[in-house]
T-cell receptor, first 117, second 114 residues
Framework: EPEVTQTPSHQVTQMGQEVILRCVPISNHLYFYWYRQILGQKVEFLVSFYNNEISEKSEIFDDQFSVERPDGSNFTLKIRSTKLEDSAMYFC???????????????FGEGSRLTVL | QQQVKQSPQSLIVQKGGISIINCAYENTAFDYFPWYQQFPGKGPALLIAIRPDVSEKKEGRFTISFNKSAKQFSLHIMDSQPGDSATYFCAATWITGTASKLTFGTGTRLQVTL
């Protein structure tokens, strides 16, 4: 069964360092998303991406964050200068127009845990 | 407002019982109302979804009841099983042109006891 894969599964970094989280969406999906979940809390929307452009972003997604689709398969989230409060689980998700039209479903990866020290 | 409010925060149900989780929304522009299930260490996975022009949807032991006028919807899990123990998130999705966004509720941690 197709799945969204994310790497790394866990990354520990020092405050102020840059971090890149990587995602491989399901191959025929064209809608991509990043969410984050601080331990035990709600899953928060960060950004949605379609046709090589950000289509929607939240207040959390400030200038420290950026997303990119560097090639035909990867979708990345970059945090330029990490803060302690960036420690969270980051989930990548993908979907296609048919799924969105029929159920609004997003497929989520298993997440990348970021720990900022 | 694109918030989705969810209750209760946690729920303990005996095996065979009915689990009920409630959600309320404010924005009438949402297109779908899905429920996601999340097990520890995993990403959320779609459980069941409903459109706002339908009042109820049932899939196996899982039923969504939707009250459009009250802007409320709920998940009922019949004959709850220990394997249902997970965190459940209600959500709301809007889709417009090339933009789409899914907003999650705050989550309900369900524990089904033997």
């Amino acid at each position: 069964e197709p799945e969204v894969t994310q790497t790394p599964s866990h990354q520990v970094t020092q405050m102020g360092q840059e971090v890149i989280l990587r995602c491989v969406p399901i191959s025929n999906h064209l809608y991509f998303y990043w969410y984050r979940q601080i331990l035990g809390q709600k899953v928060e929307f960060l950004v949605s991406f379609y046709n090589n452009e950000i289509s929607e972003k939240s207040e959390i997604f400030d200038d420290q964050f950026s997303v990119e689709r560097p090639d035909g398969s990867n979708f990345t989230l970059k945090i330029r200068s990490t803060k302690l409060e960036d420690s969270a689980m980051y989930f990548c998700a993908s979907s296609d127009r048919r799924l969105l039209a029929n159920t609004g479903e997003l497929f989520f990866g298993e997440g990348s845990r970021l720990t900022v020290l | 407002q694109q918030q989705v409010k969810q209750s209760p925060q946690s729920l303990i149900v005996q095996k065979g019982g009915i689990s009920i989780i409630n959600c309320a929304y404010e924005n009438t522009a949402f297109d779908y109302f899905p429920w996601y299930q999340q097990f520890p260490g995993k990403g959320p996975a779609l459980l069941i979804a409903i459109r706002p022009d339908v009042s109820e949807k049932k899939e196996g032991r899982f039923t969504i009841s939707f009250n459009k006028s009250a802007k409320q919807f709920s998940l009922h899990i019949m004959d709850s099983q220990p394997g249902d123990s997970a965190t459940y998130f209600c959500a709301a999705t809007w889709i417009t042109g090339t933009a789409s966004k899914l907003t999650f509720g705050t989550g309900t941690r369900l524990q089904v006891t033997l």
